[in-house]
């Protein structure tokens, strides 16, 4: 096995989280050696090419009020970042309806008897709340009432998630969808007065041109260009460690093995995986929390359609239990740079599910069938108008917060906080649902750390902030 001389600071995954701690390396000089196992950068914030056609998986607005990320992103991209006016809507029961609610949309498809249903259940549920709020399902009901929770939540987040929402902990609502009530999202449908409050509502953002993985690629550049490497198709293998500190770390690609010595080791990868790449291996209770872990993947279809114009949405959520398709994109309203061809129009249909399921293990051909039957289902478009398709897993999209996995996961950060130059960054490296700006400021506080700050990066989106 080849050695590779010292390097002040080895990152693994470039992933946002990665990349940007990555870019904030050599800002500092450090000189970073960044590891991505993929032959591209971006992680789940990427996009990929297909026959001219630019498909963004997962889907990526960029919205922050941290200021330093901000600025980040307009000197990465300058002039290549677009501001986009949002516009989504809820499917649910063959209706559409606006997503930030509009009070006299709703009403028109619910009917005026159903919203006084709504109504007087968020009554009931003010007066007779669930005394602790465990599970999604006591947090959400707690806030919009048990009629609006099952018409508006339920269907949509267990579709995403896989499980019951009495399994969901009440974390990720909290985190996601903090600051919103039923109460505050009418003030703000009807009098348009509490746009500052109601934080999950974000009315418009910015995107790059060529879609996130422009962002991405352009500071791959950048961090080269600055004297950083980037090493693409490079898997990290072991993570070898003595007397709390980690002093190498083994990495496979297509031509040789070799190992990376540094000084300080930044990892962005899943929780589990880290772990289970530690040499020596940690603990038995250590690797039992690992085991645990959950994650969810994410399938997307890309459909190009033979239509110019097919609706006006950034994407559309689906919460009908008659299609299995989540969400949907219109990836030419993000961004007219998204199609080669403006007579017609690329989707994204993204199926949400698990590793090994019977989704996931569908050969490419049969998922392209079932959502070109589904976005005729849907009244998009005619199943006929779609001329090709393409097919893009993503594996551990979503860390999942079901029963237990506080407790699995504080085991594991407690075993790592006993090594002295090994951090944690980003969604999966915190297993925590963040956003990019999140992930990217845990990057930038890991960095600051090597230069003596004594960041918390596990207190990163605690606060409020802007959400969906």
């Known amino acids: 096995m080849a050695a590779e001389s010292q390097s002040p600071v080895v990152i693994i995954g470039a992933g946002p ?10 800002k500092r000089n450090l000189s970073p050696v960044l590891i991505e196992k993929s032959g591209k950068v971006g992680g789940i914030a990427r996009t990929e090419f297909y026959r001219g056609y ?53 009403i028109s498809n619910l009917g005026v008897w159903e919203g006084l249903m709504i109504l007087a259940s968020y009554v009931r549920a003010k007066l007779q709340p669930h005394e602790q709020e465990e599970n999604f399902e006591q947090w959400v009901t707690n806030r919009f009432g048990w009629r609006l929770y099952e018409t508006f939540f339920k269907t949509y987040t267990e579709k995403v998630w896989g499980i019951s929402c009495r399994e969901i902990q009440a974390d990720w609502a909290a985190q ?75 990495v496979r690609n297509c031509e040789k093995e070799f190992n990376l010595a540094g000084s300080s080791f930044i990892s962005s990868i ?37 239509k110019p114009d097919l609706f006006p949405d950034n994407w559309i959520y689906v919460h009908s239990s008659d299609v299995m398709v989540g969400r949907v994109q219109n ?54 108008a779609v001329e090709d398709g393409v097919v893009y897993r993503q594996p551990k999209a979503y860390p999942v917060y079901n029963n237990g996995y506080r407790r699995h996961v504080q085991t594991i950060r407690e075993y790592l906080a006993t090594f002295v130059n090994l951090q944690t960054i980003g969604r999966n490296g915190l297993h925590r649902y963040n956003n990019q ?19 918390d990066l596990w207190s990163v989106n605690t606060e409020p902030s802007y959400y969906e």
């Open 17 to 26: 989280a990665g990349l940007t701690a990555a870019f904030e390396s050599v």
């Open 54 to 106: 630019r498909f963004d998986i997962g889907g990526h607005r960029f919205y922050t009020h941290f200021e330093n990320i901000q600025r980040t992103w307009e000197e990465v991209l300058a002039r290549d970042f677009l501001e986009v006016p949002r516009i989504s809507r809820i499917y649910y029961k063959k209706r559409f309806y606006h997503y930030p609610l509009n009070f006299f949309n709703a």
């Open 176 to 250: 996601r969808i903090k600051g919103l009530n039923l109460k505050s999202v009418l003030r703000d449908a009807i009098l348009g007065e509490s746009r500052q409050k109601v934080k999950a509502l974000v009315r418009q953002f910015h995107y790059p041109v060529e879609g996130p993985g422009m962002m991405w690629e352009s500071m791959q550049k950048q961090v080269e260009r600055r004297g950083g490497r980037v090493l693409l198709n490079s898997e990290a293998v072991r993570i070898r460690h003595a007397a709390n500190a980690v002093d190498a770390l083994y």
């Open 270 to 306: 899943p929780l589990d995986e880290l772990v289970f790449l530690l040499d020596p291996p940690p603990p038995e209770h250590v690797l039992d929390a690992a085991r645990n872990l959950a994650y969810r993947a994410l399938i997307l279809v890309g459909l190009i359609v033979n």
């Open 331 to 384: 990836f030419k309203n993000w961004s007219s740079a998204m199609v080669p061809d403006l007579s017609r129009t690329s989707l994204g249909m993204e199926y949400f599910c698990s590793e090994g399921d019977g989704i996931w293990n569908l050969p490419d051909a049969e998922l392209i069938s079932i959502a070109k039957k589904e976005i005729e289902m849907l009244g998009l478009s005619r199943a006929s």
């Open 437 to 455: 700006d999140h992930s990217m400021l845990t990057a930038a506080m890991a960095v600051g750390n090597l230069a003596g700050e004594k960041n």
